[in-house]
């Protein structure tokens, strides 16, 4: 799997604007590349967690999760590793300052993973008429 670089960026933005407050959330792809995150609604955050609704979930396909540790630890919680199991192939979790150098990919195991991030063309209002 790899992200866009202009996902990976939005989630960067949501994270420091939800902190102190943890965010979470799913991640969708076209084909190999992670390009949405999706807000289940329902999610309910706090300084320490966030807990997704995920029978909430619109029908839609997701590989993985996404949330942030206001902390600055990007390691997973067992509360963490029992979502990684059980929700898609790869997980991110971001840390303050919640920038490039402060997140960790992790694989349904809880064992971290690269995740390449790559340019990727997004389809604009023109293209969809």
């Not at 799913?26 to 807000?39: F, K, Q, R, W, Y």
């Not at 289940?40 to 029908?59: H, K, R, W």
């Not at 402060?102 to 389809?123: A, H, M, Q, R």
Request: aromatic fraction near 8%.
């Amino acid at each position: 799997m790899k992200i866009a670089r202009e996902t990976l960026q939005f989630i960067f933005e949501v994270c420091k604007s939800s902190a102190p407050r943890e965010f979470a959330g799913m991640l969708s792809a076209n084909g190999d590349v992670i390009t949405e995150v999706i807000v289940v609604p329902g999610t309910e955050s706090s300084d320490e967690s966030a807990v997704m609704q995920l029978f909430m979930l619109p029908n839609i396909h997701t590989v993985g999760s996404v949330h942030s540790h206001p902390s600055g630890n990007t390691r997973p919680s067992d509360a963490d590793l029992e979502l990684f199991g059980r929700k898609g192939l790869v997980h991110i979790i971001v840390g303050a300052p919640y920038d490039r150098n402060s997140w960790t990919c992790y694989d349904k195991d809880g064992n971290p993973i690269k995740l390449e991030v790559v340019e990727y063309k997004f389809k604009d209002e023109d293209d969809l008429l």
